[in-house]
């Protein structure tokens, strides 16, 4: 126990702010070096003020579209062990998004959502909540294939990747795609294979519900997942016209999505990190297109801000309050 709280501390106070720094410093080095950077800096300046900014509060509106399509599809997940209010679901999302803000790949969020649960559902919620991510993941993995298959000339004459390591990358995709679906769309079939092993018999009931999963419900989660992916890209591309990052639908839609790709298969181990990364393969694959790094880096930087940093404020204070119910809760029993 000891071991993993050292674990933790070395991450989240030494590992975690080094690689920000380090990604920080990769990002100001590329944006220094951009050519007519005071003139960036005037356009940036000039879309505050113009009917651009617009796009800005449309972002912020898409962010609470976002985090409600995924309450929805929570709830319509939670709902064979326990029927609960859509704000309710939403006040458990943010409150997930608050905890997923501090862990690395963002597992707290599990954490934060259950605490909305009836007691002796919270941990049966877990492996519905799992079902709802890999949903999201596999939509990921989907369009991000695709945008590698139709970016695959620009990336290779950019020399960002080799021939063979698209290749390897693409086919590599493919198969993780193809497991996780059959997976996914197999999975009420497997737990019930697996309630036979003698060895599980005593976990069956803490994923007993995904035995009645069907079809339906299956493609509902990933319907709402590919409709959270396509606000994703509708804000991004919102913040690229805000910021004159120079490119057409076509190129955000795929660039964008190769970068969701790289971020779900590289593991971000602290909050900055996140932002760090976040910032260093958008510029990557966005300056394919366009040399507005400063603009590229504010439309990174605002995503972040709004679709994490805000709902998690906003998470926190729904967690104090939960706190409070909790501890009031046990004054009564004492």
């Given at each position: ?104 790949n963002r597992v707290g969020e599990y954490l ?223």
């Amino acid at each position: 126990m000891k071991l993993n709280k050292n674990i933790k501390i070395f991450i989240n106070y030494f590992l975690g702010p080094l690689l920000f720094v380090w990604l920080s410093y990769s990002i100001y080095k590329q944006v220094s070096h951009q050519p007519d950077l005071e003139d960036k800096w005037n356009g940036i300046r000039q879309s505050f003020s113009s009917s651009k900014v617009f796009n800005l509060a449309g972002v912020i509106l898409l962010m609470i579209v976002n985090w409600g399509i995924e309450s929805f599809k929570w709830k319509l997940a939670v709902q064979k062990i326990q029927r609960i209010s859509y704000f309710t679901a939403f006040k458990a999302i943010l409150s997930g998004t608050s905890f997923s803000a501090t862990t690395p790949n963002r597992v707290g969020e599990y954490l934060g959502r259950v605490l909305y649960m009836n007691e002796g559902n919270r941990l049966k919620a877990i492996s519905l909540t799992i079902v709802g991510s890999i949903s999201q993941l596999i939509t990921t993995l989907f369009m991000g294939w695709l945008g590698l298959i139709l970016l695959q000339k620009q990336i290779e004459a950019s020399q960002l990747l080799s021939g063979i390591w698209m290749q390897v990358i693409i086919y590599g995709v493919s198969f993780v795609l193809l497991i996780l679906t059959v997976f996914y769309f197999r999975l009420p079939w497997i737990i019930k294979w697996t309630d036979r092993l003698p060895v599980m018999r005593k976990y069956t009931w803490l994923v007993k519900e995904l035995e009645d999963f069907n079809a339906t419900l299956m493609l509902q989660l990933l319907s709402l997942s590919a409709l959270r992916f396509l606000v994703f890209i509708i804000q991004y591309y919102l913040l690229f016209r805000l910021f004159n990052v120079d490119v057409t639908w076509w190129q955000g839609l795929w660039a964008v999505s190769v970068s969701f790709l790289v971020m779900a298969v590289i593991p971000s181990i602290a909050l900055f990190t996140d932002l760090g990364l976040r910032g260093e393969v958008s510029f990557k694959l966005l300056g394919l297109f366009s040399s507005n790094t400063i603009g590229i880096s504010f439309a990174s930087f605002t995503i972040w801000v709004i679709n994490l940093i805000i709902p998690a404020l906003a998470g926190s204070l729904l967690i104090l309050s939960i706190k409070k119910i909790f501890k009031n809760n046990n004054n009564e029993r004492i």
